[in-house]
C-alpha cells in the first residue's frame, strides 16, 4: 500500500486558546476573540470544488461547533471524524466525565449531520494524552491521527494496545535541513511551495501519507489575515499541485477508514 490520505481540520477560524476557558475562539482582527466561522465555510466549499475536480475523497476531522454553522451536505461522499466540539484542549481536561460528554457530543453531531457516526479522530492542537485515547473505543473510534512521525521509508500505520490505528502526519527536514511536517501552515503563508511536500513525500515507499489542512487556511492567512482574490487563487493552484503531485508519484488516495479496512483485511 501506498496512500495518501488528505485530511481536512473542519474549526473555527483560526482558532485561539482562550486563557481560563475550554472552547477556543478565533483571532482577533479587531472585533474580540469570539468564534468565527465565515472563513471556514468560505474555504470548506473552496476544497470540495479542488476535490470533486481531481476526483478525491479526504477525511475531514469536523469540531461539532463548526459543523452545525456550515453547510454540512458539501461533505457528503467524504469521511467526516470529530475533532471536539470547541476545539478544546483535551488534555488539560481532567474530569473524565466532561470529557466523555465532550465525545458524546461531537460524535452525535458528527451522526447528525452526515447520518453516520464517526470512526476517526484529531485531537484538536495535536495534543494527546493515554487517558484521551484509551476512551476512543467507547464512542466507536478505530482510527487517531493525533500525533507526528519521522517520514520513513515505511509508514506503514500501527495498532496501540487498545486497538485504535495511529495513522501520523509525517514529518521530516527539508533540503536545507529545516523542520517540516505534512500540515500545509507554511504553504497557506506563502512560506513553503508544493515542492517541499512533494520531496516530503517522496520519501516514503509503503504505508500511508498524510497530508492535513484547515478548510478557513484557504482563504485567511493567520499573519496577514483575509487573503485577496489572486492569493486565494495561489493558495487553490498550490494544493491542487500537492494533491496532483503526490497522486503522480502513485500514491493512492485513500480516507482513514479505508486504509484501516486495507490493514485489518492484511495481505491477499
Given at each position: 500500500m501506498r496512500a495518501l490520505c488528505f485530511t481536512v481540520d473542519l474549526d473555527r477560524d483560526v482558532n485561539v486558546r482562550i486563557e481560563g476557558r475550554n472552547a477556543a475562539g478565533s483571532l482577533d482582527r479587531g472585533s474580540g476573540t469570539d468564534p468565527r466561522f465565515s472563513s471556514s465555510e468560505n474555504g470548506l466549499a473552496i476544497l470540495m470544488d479542488i476535490l470533486d475536480e481531481i476526483g478525491m475523497k479526504a477525511t475531514f476531522f469536523a469540531e461539532a461547533s463548526t459543523l452545525r454553522k456550515v453547510d454540512a451536505g458539501l461533505l457528503s461522499?467524504?469521511?467526516?471524524?470529530?475533532?471536539?466540539?470547541?476545539?478544546?484542549?483535551?488534555?488539560?481536561?481532567?474530569?473524565?466525565?466532561?470529557?466523555?460528554?465532550?465525545?458524546?457530543?461531537?460524535?452525535?453531531?458528527?451522526?447528525?449531520?452526515?447520518?453516520?457516526?464517526?470512526?476517526?479522530?484529531?485531537?484538536?492542537?495535536?495534543?494527546?494524552?493515554?487517558?484521551?485515547?484509551?476512551?476512543?473505543?467507547?464512542?466507536?473510534?478505530?482510527?487517531?491521527?493525533?500525533?507526528?512521525?519521522?517520514?520513513?521509508?515505511?509508514?506503514v500505520p500501527e495498532r496501540t494496545s487498545g486497538g485504535i490505528w495511529e495513522i501520523p502526519v509525517p514529518e521530516g527536514t527539508d533540503e536545507h535541513g529545516k523542520k517540516i511536517s505534512a500540515y500545509l501552515w507554511p504553504m497557506h503563508e506563502s512560506k513553503r511551495g508544493p515542492e517541499d511536500y512533494l520531496r516530503l513525500a517522496s520519501v516514503m515507499d509503503e504505508g500511508a501519507f498524510v497530508l492535513a489542512t484547515h478548510t478557513w487556511h484557504m482563504v485567511e492567512s493567520r499573519e496577514r489575515g483575509s487573503m485577496a482574490g489572486e492569493e486565494i487563487k495561489r493558495n487553490i493552484d498550490n494544493v491542487r499541485n500537492v494533491l496532483l503531485g503526490m497522486m503522480d508519484m502513485g500514491l493512492r488516495p485513500l480516507t482513514m477508514t479505508d486504509i484501516r479496512k486495507i490493514m485489518e483485511e492484511g495481505p491477499h
Open positions: 461522499g467524504h469521511e467526516v471524524g470529530m475533532h471536539g466540539v470547541d476545539h478544546e484542549d483535551l488534555t488539560l481536561i481532567k474530569d473524565a466525565d466532561k470529557k466523555r460528554r465532550i465525545f458524546e457530543e461531537a460524535s452525535l453531531a458528527v451522526k447528525d449531520a452526515v447520518g453516520k457516526a464517526p470512526e476517526s479522530f484529531r485531537a484538536p492542537y495535536m495534543k494527546m494524552d493515554e487517558e484521551t485515547i484509551e476512551m476512543l473505543p467507547e464512542f466507536g473510534i478505530k482510527v487517531d491521527s493525533s500525533s507526528y512521525a519521522v517520514a520513513s521509508r515505511s509508514m
